[in-house]
């Protein structure tokens, strides 16, 4: 039988219970899920049977860079953080601001770091030649942008208000709407990849990949704050969220650490 959107809530609400039963028991809090999460039924297929394979750098400490990708600063360019002007018409949808700023644990900014971004159009279509949602392509949107953190540590982008999407975790799935954050550092092999959400979205509370992250304090990080301040009248709404990469507030990441 298909699994239903109450079963996975009553997934959901059992890994919650449990979570919260371990650290009344002493365990720590944890900020970031667990890669064998069952109500999220893929991430459990993903889930690593052996051990990680260690790479010995004793030698030679450069060689895992040696074998990825570089990034130089003069490939970014003066509009890569305007997903709404990457081609020649106005792309559909509600144009919104997202800014904020990458922090360390201390809450030090951490200037001229890569940060990229991609996202469903508003209708929660990827533009990409996998994706299985029957809804409208729009031409003038790709749905990709990047952009550096200045000295203060703080991004910005121009967008469009991404659409949910059903998705074939359990019958009747919707992924709320969200945008897809990666943060580079200072090499590929440090790169860590998160999800950014929206404020008042009802489909919070049903998503399994947003209630992996059990601990609610560590949930809520990962919701925007609607900023009136970063608003362009006339033009936009405006979205204010920080990433915090490591300490007892950092912002979740998909791979863990």
Known sequence: MALTQQDIDQEIAAERAAYEERV????????????DYAPY??????????????????????????????????DITGTDNDLTRHHRGDPLGERI????????RSGRPVPRQLIEIWQANSAGRYAHQREQHDAPLDPNFTGFGRTLTDAE??????????GPYPWRNHVNAW??????????????????????????????PYDPILQSVTDDAARQRLVAAYDHGLSVPEFSLGYHWDIVLDGPVATWTEEGR
């Open 153 to 162: 540590g703080r991004y910005h982008f121009t967008t469009i208000q991404p």
């Open 97 to 104: 601001t997202v800014s904020g700023r990458l922090l360390d």
């Open 24 to 35: 009344a028991g002493g365990a720590p809090v944890e900020h970031h899920p667990r890669r």
């Open 175 to 204: 992924r709320p709407a969200h945008i897809h954050f990666s943060v580079f550092g200072t090499a590929f092999t440090q790169r860590l990849v998160t999800q950014m959400y929206f404020p008042g979205d009802p489909l919070l």
């Open 41 to 74: 039924r893929s991430s459990v297929l993903r889930h690593p049977q052996r051990p990680l394979v260690a790479v010995d750098t004793a030698q030679d400490p450069d060689m895992v860079e040696l074998h990825s990708p570089a990034f130089g600063e003069r």
